[in-house]
């Protein structure tokens, strides 16, 4: 699955990682090699490793996506079921104002 979303300039890739006790959020400009914009729960005050906080995280990452420019992204779940909190995490995103 991987090999086939790749992130560019003008569409760069929303790549989730979900640990034991955090989810983070990444957008990334493949083409460059660089990390435009990051999030995680640990950024958040008073968050737990549950679906609310997923979408928290979300709606944050858009909204800092749309200060640096950023409106359109290529979704990458790593291969992770799209269920719950990676679930969330698009609906906060989407909520937040980007498109996918």
């Known amino acids: 699955m991987r090999a086939k979303i790749v992130g560019t300039a003008e569409r760069p ?6 640990s ?3 989810v983070y959020a ?3 400009d493949d083409s460059a090699g660089k990390v435009l914009v990051s999030m995680d729960g640990r950024k958040l005050k008073n ?3 549950s679906i609310e906080t997923s979408g928290k ?4 990452i858009a909204k ?3 200060e640096k420019g950023i409106k359109s992204v290529v979704f990458d779940k790593r291969g992770y079921k799209y269920h719950g909190k990676v679930k969330a995490l698009a609906d906060g995103a989407r909520k937040g104002g980007l498109i996918f």
Do not use: D, T
Not at 13 to 18: D, S
Not at 57 to 60: A, L, N, R, S, T
């Open 26 to 28: 990444q957008v990334i």
């Open 13 to 18: 890739r929303l790549c989730v990682f979900r």
């Open 64 to 66: 800092m996506s749309i």
């Open 20 to 22: 034991l006790n955090h």
């Open 47 to 49: 968050s737990k490793n």
């Open 57 to 60: 995280i979300g709606e944050e």
